[in-house]
């Protein structure tokens, strides 16, 4: 079963404008993290934001929020105010387990974002 | 912040030739590193996972003697794409971890065999 999904479609959005990228998850571990990373053109995985399961607080970087629904197993991104460099690759990430244990990264499929000024 | 090194960042090789990547870990000693192949407009697969003194932990499907992973030292893993082929051509991105910290990637290696 796959662990994260992400089925949206690819997004062109409006420059300034906000938009929700949507990840759901799968696990029955108690403890486990949940990360965004943006991919460019050039291949660097950019590290955005990340939620641990007992985090009481949805995560917030600059412009990155992280909208985190637990009963629901959702941990949306939303980008403010989109920028023309926001163009890129988006992948939602899940570590099973605590961060100080060996787990490895599961990704979903990913969310092609294109900013149109 | 932790540093992450690929080199080369990309390579080209001859069809039937092994060809070396490395991933560095610059500023802390990474106890645990993932290799990872991603195809175009396709996520990151988990290849293997090696940790430092020990053999590598290879995902089904991987052929451990077609991808042979040292990690002969704290900051240094080394991938090694024996034999290599067209299909094997990817991008290949390690990330790294000490102990107590999450995963830090590396620029990625764009791979193509010809």
């Known amino acids: 079963a796959q662990k994260i999904t992400q089925t949206q479609p690819g997004m062109f959005v409006q420059e300034k404008e906000a938009v929700t990228l949507d990840c759901t998850y799968d696990t029955s571990d108690p403890s486990y993290g949940l990360f965004w990373y943006k991919q460019p053109s050039s291949g660097e995985m950019i590290f955005l934001i990340y939620?641990?399961?007992?985090?009481?607080q949805n995560a917030t970087e600059g412009r990155y929020s992280l909208n985190f629904q637990k009963a629901r197993k959702s941990a949306n991104l939303v980008i403010s105010a989109s920028q023309l460099g926001d163009s890129a690759m988006y992948f939602c990430a899940m570590r099973e387990g605590p961060y100080y244990g060996n787990n490895r990264l599961a990704f979903g499929k990913g969310n092609q974002v294109v900013v149109i000024p | 912040g932790a540093v992450v090194s690929q080199h080369p960042s990309r390579v080209i090789c001859k069809s039937g030739t092994s060809v070396k990547i490395e991933c560095r870990s610059l500023d802390f000693q990474a106890t645990t590193m993932f290799w990872y192949r991603q195809f175009p407009k396709q996520s990151l697969m988990l290849m293997a996972t090696?940790?430092?003194?020990?053999?590598?932990?290879?995902e089904q499907g991987v052929e451990k003697d077609k991808f042979l992973i040292n990690h002969a030292s704290l900051t240094l893993s080394t991938l090694t794409v024996t034999s290599a082929h067209p299909e094997d051509s990817s991008f290949y991105i390690c990330s790294a971890k000490a102990g107590g910290s999450e995963q830090y990637f590396g620029p990625g290696t764009r791979l193509t065999v010809t």
């Open positions: 090696s940790n430092e003194g020990s053999k590598a932990t290879y």
């Open positions: 939620q641990g399961s007992y985090d009481q």
